[in-house]
């Protein structure tokens, strides 16, 4: 099967030198997985002229070079290929992330428990007691955008956003949770933190979660977080991530 006979919806370009390969307009990991899928496809193909594939929650961009390849003979080449249907194509990989969940470092925890009709503890003990799927990477460097939670801790974008989100803060939105990879403005709600570097921009890969990742959070107290170093840290990984 092709592409554009089974899965793909819209195809269109962005700017002079990307086409957009648009699936279903749904958030869904089974859309996402082909998504990636279609990068995988396209990458081991080697296509002449391509520089870049950036995947989103539902699209495929590619940006490629207009000297090498023209829209029209790219879209063509791509419609062209075929897949087969491969479940363990890309293995999944759970990161787990130490966390602090307070009043300190999650200050929006009591609004969401409030609006769950919950205590803060339940809060916590669902947030560790999940696996939260990433399907994509963006906003800020190494941000997973990753869901979804329960509709009932689901809440929209603060009206206000924090102009000052410290590096490292545990965040939702809606049905999404996120790391802030780096500090910066938000208007996410903060849940928590974690001392764990999530972004460095001279290792390969630079991001410590790749789209397709779960992430799970785990609990660890105020005092360890403060006492984070890189011991630490190796030895967190190799506990837990392996």
Not at 16 to 38: C, G, P, S, W, Y
Not at 148 to 164: H, S
Request: charged share 20%; hydrophobic share 40%.
């Amino acid at each position: 099967m092709t592409w554009m006979e089974e899965q793909i919806v819209d195809i269109f370009p962005m700017g002079d030198r990307a086409v957009v390969f648009q699936f279903e307009h749904t958030i869904d990991v089974k859309v996402n997985e082909l998504v990636h899928q279609m990068k995988h496809t396209i990458t081991q193909c080697a296509l002449e002229g391509i520089e870049t594939l950036i995947p989103s929650f539902n699209n495929l961009t590619i940006v490629y070079n207009p000297s090498i390849q023209t829209y029209d003979s790219l879209v063509h080449q791509i419609l062209q290929l075929r897949y087969e249907e491969q479940p363990d194509m890309w293995q999944t990989k759970t990161i787990h992330l130490p966390v602090v969940f307070n009043a300190t470092y999650g200050p929006d925890l009591s609004l969401i428990a409030e609006h769950a009709n919950q205590t803060v503890e339940e809060v916590v003990d669902y947030f560790t007691s999940h696996s939260f799927y990433t399907y994509m990477i963006g906003f800020i460097a190494g941000y997973p955008y990753s869901g979804d939670i329960a509709e009932c801790y689901a809440l929209p974008r603060r009206k206000e956003p924090r102009l000052r989100v410290p590096k490292g803060t545990i965040q939702i939105a809606n049905r999404m949770t996120g790391i802030s990879t780096l500090t910066s403005p938000s208007g996410w709600h903060m849940i928590g933190w974690t001392p764990m570097d999530m972004f460095d921009p001279y290792a390969t890969p630079p991001t410590t979660v790749q789209a397709g990742t779960l992430i799970r959070y785990v609990a660890i107290t105020e005092e360890e977080a403060v006492n984070w170093n890189d011991h630490v840290q190796r030895e967190w990984n190799a506990k837990w991530n392996v």
